[in-house]
Nanobody, 120 residues
Framework: QVQLVESGGGLVQPGGSLRLSCAAS????????MGWYRQVPGKQRELVAF???????NYADSVKGRFTISRDNAKNTVNLQMNSLKPEDTAVYYC??????????????WGQGTQVTVSS
């Protein structure tokens, strides 16, 4: 069993900041990559940022320069620091992890999602 649990969402004014965290736990052997996606009603889930075990990061163009993804490999956690938030950043944010379990099965796991609302 593998679980991803997100925290840190909420309501913030435009220009404000939020920090999302995600912790992976369970029968994990190794994690290749962890990332954040977001989804608004009626639209497809889209990539926000991801980070692989070696430290390489990738960001959606819409968040470059405003969001920073970081990871603690020892703790199996990933964080997303979101600055200069805009109303269009409002969405449910999902954590994901591409990992191998102790049963040697590799798969992608998702968290339950956390709501981020940017509004005055």
């Amino acid at each position: 069993q593998v679980q991803l649990v997100e925290s840190g969402g909420g309501l913030v004014q435009p220009g404000g900041s939020l920090r999302l965290s995600c912790a992976a736990s369970g029968s994990i052997l190794s994690i290749y990559s962890m990332g954040w996606y977001r989804q608004v009603p009626g639209k497809q889930r889209e990539l926000v940022a991801f980070i692989i075990s070696g430290g390489y990061t990738n960001y959606a163009d819409s968040v470059k320069g405003r969001f920073t993804i970081s990871r603690d490999n020892a703790k199996n956690t990933v964080n997303l620091q979101m600055n200069s938030l805009k109303p269009e950043d409002t969405a449910v944010y999902y954590c994901n992890a591409d990992l191998t379990t102790t049963a040697r099965a590799r798969s992608v796991y998702w968290g339950q999602g956390t709501q981020v609302t940017v509004s005055s």
